[in-house]
């Protein structure tokens, strides 16, 4: 099939990294082409070519055959390529057609809008990707998926012959994901060029046509075709060796309750709920999307408010007010999802942010704070999670994404919190360091700490901990003990999610006491 | 109807009806025909305050130097008249010009120098004002023609004639926010920088364009101010900032962006100026007055913050 858009041999370097050597991908239309790799490998950067915000140093970038230069986002979007960006570019109190045609707003300036038009031609396009909504209410409000649709719409409003999806499915519930990919299939059958940025093998393997997998900044396959490929065939070329799995093996003995909750209800919704912690567990905090696991975490540590029963901590009643006071008085860490709006200060440096955990236990004389034992303490964690970066000291915004996130999670990690709760521990961590993380947690619960994993991640639970409580509709829906095997595991925790819940039957599996 | 009690400006205007009819039950003399031609003059230069400030917050940005233009254009208006002897009609052309310039000159610096508004803004307010001062040494022009004197007294009925401008300033603004291009380029700058530049929003431009015509409303402002004070006094502008703020914060218009209200600019044009005028009828002491305002804007802004907290 002949290529639509075709960049060949190019070369991307900034101060100090090579980020693309002689990269070359082309798509082709009426196909999706997976664009994968490690954070760090160039993936970013190739995007910002493909878009114009970067000018490649060396290559060329032809369109139809002819070669093309883009000065600028503008001049790829003139050519027709379009992006959805893994960040949202909306206006929020802009109306879902405003949104949507914000091109042609962006066109005039005294000649008044024709709102009657407008809207009609917004829900034109807003019938084409399949989105039930009001052209003309405002964006804000609307769910992430909704919001994805606009964006998908507005590019292919603008005539977009090749379409770039940025880590589209990065934040859908499976249900939407799925919505989503069977959007894409069949803006393939129109003969779109979809190029699809993901993380997420299982979606690329189902999805896409061929792959292009970029490590180091350089290609590891050029646009090979996806059928017969296996998961460990496209992981072996993004890490350049096999993938180790999730396993790890407990080494302690559980010791005594670390947290308790008995009967608890909070105000962000939940009801009457048990759940104990242990010292030198895993324990895994399973569910949808929306069953209110982050919020239970939150509302723990002091950032929603505990209405009714009681939280024990090491076996007295506690009320825990705020972050600070549940890190410093009762040892409870809370490592966030959303690492990069929460987790690090971006112009800080990399033990500037590892380190501020830290900072309250290792002051000496309650002043005087050392550099000396914050590296020590921070630089195996940093290790152990491969954070690519200049120097300790280099600001955290000049790291990439993947390893912005690292760090956030190095700072609990090195906290050594009795107590660590970590939300999703491996969004934005490449594959290749996950089995370290997974590792490090291991670690970390065999020295005595009582760690509660809150995942979405079946295999990466079944993996990793001792024991599954799943949690449903903001009410514990059930516990079992992990037995590691995949099959048995992953079908009774859907039997317990899928369970009436009004009366929570047992699966098969489930114990009420873990032994 | 859940439109309506959800719109920026319905409480506010329930609010201020019921502060008109509480005053104006324990004062009589509240509705002396006087002292309506007098809140209703002070409500129309307060407006094109309002607006002058308005249109810079929706962009996301601030303008300080809104009170130095108006005096600025003030004394221009009032000298060129009174020196050159430049017809009224014609002053009015060259102060709307002047303000507009020193607006644009603000967003010139801004967008293209990439300087951020607060210093900008912050450099001009001093540097406007030092040039009023150089020109007048702090006197006032006293020659202002009687046309222009008569303009800030004159009543249609009893509705001050000033209240023409400034009802068609806010109609004008009003229109080009929710109908002109130009207005909801500004909306967006305002709402989301970055996706107003990936759509190709000339925002260097958006950004100049929203300063040249806060200067422009503010050089409105600035002569009315002439009008009703009959000199080309130097210290006209100086304690604008406040209620310029206030009067759109109130009325419900967004300090981050994107989100501006004239109706609701008005309110809070109203409820300022009744509050104050209350203040004077029931002999409070005027430095009451601030504290008060004061509160208004801080009550305000966390009733904002708790209908959008309800919203989400």
Redesign the interface.
Known sequence: MASLLELSNIDKSFPGVHALQDVSVRFAAGSIHALVGENGAGKSTLIKVITGVYQPDRGAIRMDGAAVHFDG??DA?AAGIGVVHQER??????SVA?NLL??Q?????????N?TELYAEAARWLDLVGLDVDPQRPVA?LSVAAMQMIEIARALSLRSRVLLLDEPTASLTPHEASALLGILRRLREQGVAIVFVSHKLEEVMELCDTVTVLRDGRNACEGLPLAGMRRADLVRMMIGREERGARTQAGGARGAAALELSAVSTDLGHRDVDLSLYDGEVLGLYGLVGAGRSELARAVIGLGRITKGEVRVRGRPATIRSVSEALHRYGIGYVSEDRKQEGVILLHGVLANAGVTLWRRLQQWGVWLRDGPIVEAVTPVLHHLNVRMVSLESPVATLSGGNQQKVSLAKWLAARTGILMIDEPTTGVDIGAKSDLYQLIRELSNAGTAVMVITSDMPELIGLVDRIVVMHGYRIAGELANTHDYPTMSRAIMGLIHADPAGPEPAPEAVGQSS | MRRLLNSDWFGLYVLVFAAMLVISALRPDFHSSFNIFVLLSTIALSTLIALAQMVIIALGQMNLSVGSIGGLVAIAFAGSMQIWGLPAAAAVIGGVALGAACGAANGVLIARVGLSGFIVTLATMAAYKGINLGITQAQPFYGVPTSVKEMGYAAIGPLPLLLLPAGLAAVLVAWMLSRLPIGRQILAVGGNLSAAELSGIPVTRVIIFAHALSGALAAGAGMMAVARLQIGQPTIGDDWLMPSFAAPVIGGTLLAGGHASVAGAIGGVALVALITQALVLFRVDPYFVQLLLGLVILAAVALARIRAGKAA
């Open positions: 986002p503008m979007i570019n909306l206006i929020p109190l802009f405003e914000l091109d707003i962006a066109a005039g300036a005294f000649k008044p809008i709102y409000g």
